[in-house]
Each structure stands twice: as C-alpha cells, then as structure tokens.
C-alpha cells in the first residue's frame, strides 16, 4: 500500500485526538500555506529555521493577529510532533503583537431594537445569543435533547475546548422555541415518511446506536430548508442551519436599527455577559454560564462597567 499524504496523515491524527472540523480544515490551511511559502518542499525536509522564517513572515509581511500566529504556530507544532515525529525547539519567532480591546457591548435598548428588526427562526436565535449566551456555532449546533424546558436549561456539547456546560434557557423564549419545534418536528416526520429524516450523530454514536440518527431527540434545532446528502453514507438528511445565515440577519437589523457599533453575533454574548453583572450576579456564576476556563477571561466585563458613565461622573458636568 502506497504511504499516506501528508494531509491525510495529518487528518488522521487531527480526528484521532478528538479535534473539531474546524480546527481540522485551519491546520490542514496553515500546512498548505507552510508548504507553499518554502517553494513547495516537504516539512521533513525542514526545521526550526523554516517555521520561524514562516511565522516571522505572518507578523511583519501579513501582519497578522496574535491568536492567528497562535493558530499557525499550534498547526505546525502538532503536524511536527504528531505526524512527522519531531519535537520544534529553539524557535525565534517575532511574536505579533496582541492589542489590549475591550469587548462592544450594547444596551438593552439597542438589543431590543436589534431583536424586533429580526424575524422568525434567525430573531429566535438571536435571542439564545443574547439570552443563554450562546456562541454562534453553540446556538446552530443545538440539537432537541440539549433542550430542558421544565428546568429552564441548556446543555452545551463540545463547546470550545471541547467542554460541556449547562446555561439559562430564557423564559421569553420557550412559548416561540416550542412552535418552532413543533415546525421542525412536522418537517422530520415528513422526512421519515419519505425515507430520509437522519443526522449525523458526535463521535461513534452511529456505529453503537444504529438507528439513533433518525431519532427526534437527536435532530437539530435549526436544521437547514433544504436536505443534506451526508458525504460519508449517501444518506439524505438535514444539517444544521449554516452559521453565515444569522451573520447576514444580525448585520442587516443593526444596519436598519442605526447602531454604529461594531456588532457581530458574539456581541450578544459580550452582552449577556455584561447585562447579568450590572444585574449584581457574580462573577463565578456568569464565568460558569459563559463556559470560561479562567475566570480572569471573564473578568474583562468589570472593566466594561467601570467605563463610562456607568462608572465615572464627567468634571463637564460639575460645571
């Protein structure tokens, strides 16, 4: 048998340590990019001197963010160490450097005018952002059992870090996520009936529950209009709703709200994060909900409330 590619070795190893899609398609990126910026030679060919011409190239040239010469830096490690079978020292690298930025945080006001300028599956989405502070792929990754509505939570399954939390599910939006879902159920019914109505289950979940993928609990709570053909089976289903969707949802409300903020959908979480401390909830609460592993992460939103007229009285007004 012929010897793998080095991308398929790299993928290889990528999936048999547990890492996302994601994560996965950056890596693979940042080889390509490696490769090519030495001419196209092999990295077992090169070294320490190579990779901190590259990563040195992306500081000064590309001018790139601190977390990408992270990023660029973490993929080429782990394609040395785990695929190539060598340990990197003595890397010289001209760091970038990291900004200090607080997070854009909007009023209630302006969440609301956000919210009332969105409509049906992307405004209830948008609510979880703002509500249950909710990443963007978290909120589109939602699948029906994450749901407990008696107990007002969410389960979070392989959130960054690949860790599971519990945060709030909003009172104000169980009576429209219930219809939404009753929606959703009636199209996986007529799925079912047509012969499709499967998802693609975490980890090895197909192999040991065979039939689970058709399974109520187990679709999404934002599937996709359309069908999917999975590339892997052939089979039909419906993936979760593509991320760019509420992207472009968020972007035109905020345009027609006239909010000249620099507002994303991790806005809302900034906001939700934000909102609960000027609420008095403390910190190792918000710092649990967010899903932070250090609560100095969270502390950025303190410094937040000390700004401004939330925290400072102007001498203009003394006058």
């Not at 945060?167 to 939404?180: D, G, I």
Request: glycine share 8%; proline share 4%.
């Amino acid at each position: 048998m012929p010897e793998p590619r080095l991308l398929d070795r790299m993928r290889a190893a990528l999936r048999a340590r547990h890492y996302s899609e994601r994560t996965e398609a950056a890596y693979c990126l940042w080889v390509k990019r490696f490769v090519r910026f030495h001419g196209m030679r092999h990295p077992a060919e090169l070294g320490e001197a190579e990779i901190n011409a590259f990563l040195t190239h992306l500081a000064i040239e590309g001018r790139v963010s601190v977390s990408t010469q992270n990023q660029a830096l973490a993929a080429l490690l782990f394609l040395y160490r785990h695929v190539l079978g060598r340990e990197m020292g003595g890397l010289d690298i001209v760091r970038a450097r990291r900004p200090v930025r607080l997070p854009v945080v909007m009023t209630r006001d302006e969440v609301r005018a956000v919210l009332e300028r969105m409509h049906g599956r992307e405004r209830l989405m948008a609510s979880l952002l703002y509500g249950s502070g909710l990443r963007l792929m978290e909120c589109v990754q939602l699948r029906v059992l994450d749901l407990d509505f008696e107990r007002g939570e969410i389960a979070v399954r392989n959130g960054k870090g690949d860790k599971d939390r519990v945060t709030v599910l909003p009172a104000a939006v169980r009576a429209p996520l219930s219809r939404h879902l009753r929606e959703v159920k009636r199209i996986h019914e007529a799925d079912l009936a047509a012969g499709w109505g499967q998802v693609p289950l975490p980890g090895a979940l197909d192999r040991k529950y065979p039939n689970a993928s058709a399974e109520w609990r187990w679709q999404w709570v934002f599937p996709q209009t359309h069908r999917w053909r999975d590339p892997a089976t052939g089979r039909q289903g419906r993936h979760h709703v593509d991320p760019s969707i509420l992207q472009r949802a968020v972007r035109r409300a905020v345009l027609e709200a006239g909010i000249t903020k620099h507002v994303g959908c991790h806005t809302f979480r900034h906001s939700f994060a934000t909102h609960l401390l000027e609420s008095g909830y403390d910190i190792r609460t918000i710092q649990e909900l967010l899903g932070h592993k250090d609560v100095k992460t969270t502390m950025i939103y303190t410094h937040v409330l000390r700004m401004g007229a939330g925290g400072v009285r102007s001498p203009m007004d003394a006058l």
